[in-house]
């Protein structure tokens, strides 16, 4: 576990290094998934150099327990913005009204669209 | 409260290890509850956690600050958990690949219907122009929102909590509604929601189902590069 997560320290790193050595509008993290998914489709080629967790099943487990406590990561910068609520609520409920239907418009259209040429290239399920 | 139980409470309420532990301890019981209500999401954990938490800190009177140097260990996984999203990539790569044209489409539609929706929305019910500006990207992740509102004259604070309150609506309303227009794809439910609604979108897709969690991830990743193109192009049509 503990050489799975600083791998995946070591991807952000690189990431963010090359986002300020080249100046990419990219967030850092972005260019370590990039990184990372490069390093696991060369992985059965770079396999004898590379830690054994890249290969048995470590990094998967530890990528996984992460993602399923995404949720917990949202929790200090969501306490954050219960504070600044007031710059919302401000405008009264036409933001609130706003957000919820862009939402569901967003999601529609996103659904609709995904479907349809879905569809079009045979890939419906 | 006695002097020495004053003295330390004093005491651990500015350590780190207080509200990190309560930040676990809080989010463990909501995600807990949210199981046993088989994930309905209402019962939404980064929801429940985040106005359970802003009620002790405020009964406390503890400053924001004083919370986030314990809270900032959890804050800081987002980077790794970023990158680890290439596993689930990786593992579904062949699904992904097929799906490439309807990703690209779902991408634009869902990025313009978010911003162009919202502003309109906001706009004809007498919302000022200045916090119109801050609501254009909403629906890309916090990090890239601020920077975006910064650049086109907005209030990177705006538009962060305007970011959050998307993620959580979006979490909330995508089952649900998913299941009245009966889209069962998960690839497509979990797309639109990573374009629609960033990292909390795709924290709720990765517990309902791995498929959806991984196609939310691409969507907020891709969206995160379309939205910072489209918002100076379209805001000051949307605007006039």
């Known amino acids: 576990m503990l050489v799975s997560l600083g791998l995946l320290l070591l991807c952000q790193l690189l990431g963010e290094a090359l986002v300020h050595a080249l100046g990419v509008p990219l967030p850092g993290p972005v260019i370590g998934m990039a990184l990372l998914l490069a390093l696991l489709l060369m992985r059965d080629t770079l396999a004898p150099v590379l830690p054994h967790e890249v290969g048995d099943g470590t990094l998967e487990k530890t990528s996984t327990g992460l993602l ?58 | 409260m006695s002097q020495s139980d004053f003295a330390l409470w004093v005491y651990l309420s500015r350590t780190p290890l207080l509200w990190l532990t309560l930040t676990i301890f809080v989010y463990v019981l909501a995600d807990r509850i949210s199981a046993k209500l088989h994930r309905n999401p209402l019962a939404n954990p980064v929801l429940h956690s985040v106005w359970v938490i802003g009620l002790i800190l405020s009964f406390t009177h503890t400053p924001y600050r004083t919370y986030f140097e314990g809270a900032q260990f959890v804050h800081f996984m987002l980077g790794p958990a970023t990158v680890a999203l290439a596993v689930p990539l990786y593992a579904h790569r062949r699904t992904v690949m097929r799906v490439l044209l309807p990703m690209a489409g779902a991408l634009v539609a869902g990025a313009i219907a978010a911003m162009v929706s919202a502003v309109l929305i906001a706009k004809a019910l007498g919302v000022p122009h200045d916090v119109l500006i801050s609501l254009a990207p909403k629906s890309v992740t916090v990090g890239v929102a601020m920077g975006i509102a910064e650049r086109t004259g907005g209030d990177p604070s705006l538009a962060a909590v305007l970011v959050l309150m998307t993620g959580a609506i979006g979490a909330i309303i995508v089952t649900p509604l998913m299941n009245a227009v009966r889209v069962r794809d998960m690839r497509a439910r979990g797309f639109a929601l990573g374009v629609a609604a960033h990292g909390i979108g795709t924290a709720r897709a990765f517990q309902v189902d791995v498929m959806a969690g991984t196609f939310s991830g691409i969507g907020m990743g891709l969206n995160g590069l379309l939205t910072p193109i489209l918002v100076p192009v379209f805001l000051p049509l949307l605007l006039s």
Do not use: C, K, W, Y
């Open chain 1, 68 to 125: 399923a406590n995404l949720s917990l990561m949202f929790i200090p910068a969501g306490v954050g913005v219960v504070q600044r609520l007031d710059l919302v609520v401000s405008h009264g409920p036409a933001i609130l009204v706003a957000l919820i239907v862009s939402t569901a418009v967003a999601l529609l259209a996103g659904v609709a669209v995904f479907r349809l040429l879905a569809r079009l290239v045979g890939e419906e399920t």
